[in-house]
């Protein structure tokens, strides 16, 4: 199962919306299982 890792505090604390998509991105980037930690392109 996904555990979220959302933070409402935190994601509260975003001063703009950019800020908010940094701090989305950031927990994106934390899951190896979505992202692409090796630097490969794969197709």
Known sequence: MV???WEQAKA???SNTL???VYRSN???TDRRVCNWAGQHIE
């Open 3 to 5: 555990q979220s890792l």
């Open 27 to 29: 927990l994106i980037g």
């Open 19 to 21: 800020d908010e998509l």
């Open 12 to 14: 509260q604390q975003a």
